[in-house]
């Protein structure tokens, strides 16, 4: 980190970091405050997050997080493109787990034009966004153990990630940017060999993830690091707008899947998994154990996964099969029609939120009849998570930033848009 | 059983009687439009209250409607741990009094939210803690989010950085 002089940092920063509340008491202050920057360049701040520390000493005194170094303007695009233009897009936003944005705008354009996906697609849907939140936790662990010291636990995280790249591969084409659901469906359905190779995973998943626990569930340093840093209360998390893991992390038994169940959630059988501890430890626990649950909704949903179409047959607002186009006129109109135009959905605006690994994913869109949303708002976890940054550091060592970013896994395509 | 657009329409007449609520439902969603200057009291109603208890507020953002009136419409989302409701607050802001009371006191998570909003779309929020722009760089003029921004940008809006 290179010295800073007082052009770098903006004199609003400066100012909000005077003006926090710094009513803590420091035991043997050494009474010599510094700024520090850290980031938009850190490898611990996972990705592009940029916080400004006010220090005494070694202890934080208060921080300002500044975001926007990833800002890609996406709600602005959205506005100018159509319904389905914007889901490749989606896919750029929570990069970990592009599945689960895929499924979330796709179940908000649907709700807005009033459809439903046939039930074999919602079973998929399902079961690519417990994979994709297992495939998310697996990161965030690795990299939170990473940060703490443990690095082998990083390797051994992302080989089983790797695992379930390989399943997106042979049911989309595409390891990361899977742009995999359709408005009213999704892309192709499941192979055989996709499902097979689902059922491999998820029978060997818990004796590996067991093997990592075994590293670092034991391991004084891995503990000592995270137990207690980052306290954050039931009350606290709720005001300041925390959801999914971090939340549930302070003992709060939220999660959309049980609030307000989407897709197939209903019929399956799965615990909301909360800690009541509300530190850094107990949302590494919450993310190791709902990764454990996912497993288990993964199984229920291979057993009962129906046979049967997986894109609505909807001429005016699906999209046709491509080998259909080909060879109907009717498709090919239609198709014509959709690309050109768009589908039109009615006047109105709707608000559909999703349980993404990270928190809640809510999309705001807003339609005037036209084929291209007159406003997309994209609520994204992580932006919110960070929200809390400046309470969980206050007070803390400045080596405890790092374990505290890393435990609320915070993505910054999603953070800044 | 009462639904909950009848009973929120019914808590809130009863508690405000002299506020105008336009309650409207659309795909099952209970969005509420009143005037913007009771923004802050209704908000702590809803958030206080015993049986309705909207302590998570989900999300705040802006529409532009470009030719209306009241240019802006300023949306609050808000959510009811207890009953597993959601609600849409909505008041309408016109753009020469571009400005809206700050519900940051009532929910600090409106803080960001806020912040964003006003980085957006240029709609200041009254008594405000900090509020700076949330993605754009301060020297940014312009409110990217307007419908009058060009999709393209404004060359040289966007000053580098100094070496």
Redesign the interface.
């Known amino acids: 980190m290179s010295k800073l002089t007082k052009d770098d940092v903006h004199p609003k920063i400066i100012k909000a970091l005077l003006d926090a509340d710094t009513n803590i008491t420091v035991e043997d202050a050494l009474e010599n405050e510094m700024i520090l920057n850290m980031g938009p360049q850190h490898p611990a701040t996972h990705g592009v997050l940029r916080v400004v520390l006010r220090l005494d000493g070694e202890t934080v005194v208060a921080c300002v997080p500044e975001l926007g170094y990833l800002h890609r303007g996406y709600e602005k695009m959205a506005e100018n493109m159509s319904f389905m233009e914007f889901i490749p897009h989606t896919d750029r936003l929570d990069y970990l787990s592009p599945m689960s944005n895929n499924v979330a705008y796709a179940l908000a354009v649907e709700k807005l034009l009033g459809i439903e996906a046939p039930p074999r697609a919602q079973y998929i849907r399902m079961m690519v966004s417990e994979l994709a939140r297992i495939a998310s936790h697996l990161v965030a662990i690795g990299s939170l153990a990473m940060d703490v010291g443990a690095l082998t636990i990083f390797l051994w995280t992302l080989r089983e990630r790797e695992k379930i790249l390989d399943i997106w591969d042979i049911l989309c084409g595409a390891r990361f940017t899977n742009s995999y659901t359709r408005i009213g469906g999704v892309a192709n359905d499941a192979p055989p060999e996709a499902l097979a190779k689902v059922k491999w995973f998820i029978e060997q998943y818990e004796e590996n993830l067991d093997e990592c626990e075994r590293l670092i569930n034991t391991n004084r340093i891995f503990i000592e690091r995270l137990d207690g840093v980052g306290v954050i209360s039931a009350e606290d998390a709720i005001e300041i707008g925390l959801t999914g893991p971090s939340l549930r992390g302070s003992g709060v038994e939220f999660d959309l899947r049980r609030a307000t169940p989407y897709l197939k959630y209903e019929e399956i059988d799965f615990k909301v998994i909360t800690y009541p501890d509300g530190d850094s430890l107990a949302r590494y626990f919450v993310r190791a154990d709902e990764t454990r649950e996912s497993i288990k909704i993964v199984r229920q949903i291979l057993d009962k996964m129906p046979q049967g179409e997986t894109l609505l047959n909807q001429p005016k607002k699906v999209l046709p099969k491509k080998t259909e186009i080909y060879s109907r006129m009717e498709e090919l109109i239609h198709d014509f029609m959709i690309v050109n135009f768009g589908v039109n959905p009615p006047v109105g605006e709707i608000y559909s939120a999703v349980e993404n690994p990270k928190g809640e994913l809510g999309f705001y869109l807003v339609s005037n009849g036209e084929g291209h949303p007159w406003k997309c708002k994209i609520r994204s976890p992580s932006f919110v998570n960070l929200q809390s940054l400046p309470q969980l550091l206050k007070g803390r060592m400045i080596s405890d930033v790092v374990a505290i970013i890393g435990s609320l896994d915070p993505v910054m395509g999603e953070a800044d848009k | 059983m009462a639904t909950l657009k009848e009973n929120i329409s019914f808590k809130l007449k009863e508690k405000f009687p002299e506020i105008n609520f336009e309650i409207s439902e659309?795909?099952e969603?209970v969005?509420i439009l009143f005037n913007k200057k009771n923004i802050v009291e209704v908000c702590h109603f809803l958030k206080e209250d015993e049986e309705l208890q909207y302590?998570?507020?989900?999300?705040i953002?802006a529409?532009?409607w470009a030719k209306r009136g009241d240019r802006y419409s300023v949306?609050y989302?808000i959510f009811s741990?207890k009953n597993?409701t959601?609600l849409?607050l909505k008041v309408n802001v016109d753009e020469s009094d571009c400005s809206v009371d700050s519900v940051s006191s009532i929910?600090?998570?409106a803080?960001?939210?806020e912040r964003?909003t006003y980085d957006?779309y240029g709609i200041t929020f009254n008594n405000h803690p900090?509020l700076?722009?949330?993605?754009?760089?301060?020297e940014f003029e312009y409110y990217?989010?307007k419908k009058d921004?060009p999709?393209l940008g404004i060359p040289g809006s966007l000053p580098l950085p100094?070496k």
Do not use: G, Q, S
Request: a neutral charge.
């Open positions: 659309f795909r969603e969005t302590k998570l507020c989900e999300d953002t529409i532009d949306v989302h741990l597993n959601r849409a929910w600090r998570t803080n960001w939210h964003e957006m900090d700076r722009r949330m993605y754009m760089p301060e990217p989010l921004f999709l100094k």
